[in-house]
């Protein structure tokens, strides 16, 4: 099992910026790539942002390019959304999830890392409210 913990939510001024942070315990040598999601009131959960546990590969949601940033600190098991230029659209619980198996999935293609179902874990999500 693996255990997530977001932190760093908050409620901030449009244009402004935050980092969210996701703490990975438990049996974390078992991870392939941890993602970033988030679920607006009354919207399915969407992809957000991807990273590889274990190599540079990243990827991102169009609507979050040049924007957000996702890294990890693997001494520390933990994941970063550092998110700039915030927009009132971006308000949402971001919730943190992991994955396990990377057989199949496509990290140019974005197939295998899209979906809620493709991740076998998921953290309690953290606030993220951007006021106009």
């Known amino acids: 099992q693996v255990q997530l913990v977001e932190s760093g939510g908050g409620l901030v001024q449009a244009g402004g910026s935050l980092r969210l942070s996701c703490a990975a315990s438990g049996r974390t040598f078992s991870i392939y790539a941890m993602g970033w999601f988030r679920q607006a009131p009354g919207k399915e959960r969407e992809f957000v942002a991807a990273v590889s546990w274990t190599d540079i590969n990243t990827l991102y949601a169009d609507s979050v390019k040049g924007r957000f940033t996702i890294s990890r600190d693997n001494a520390k098991n933990t994941v970063y959304l550092q998110v700039n230029s915030l927009k009132p659209e971006d308000t949402a619980i971001y919730y943190c999830?992991?994955?396990?198996?990377?057989?199949?999935?496509?990290?140019?293609?974005?197939?295998?890392?899209?979906?809620?179902?493709?991740?076998?874990?998921w953290g309690q999500g953290t606030q993220v409210t951007v006021s106009s």
């Open positions: 999830a992991a994955k396990r198996v990377g057989f199949g999935s496509n990290w140019y293609t974005g197939s295998g890392f899209l979906e809620h179902g493709d991740y076998e874990y």
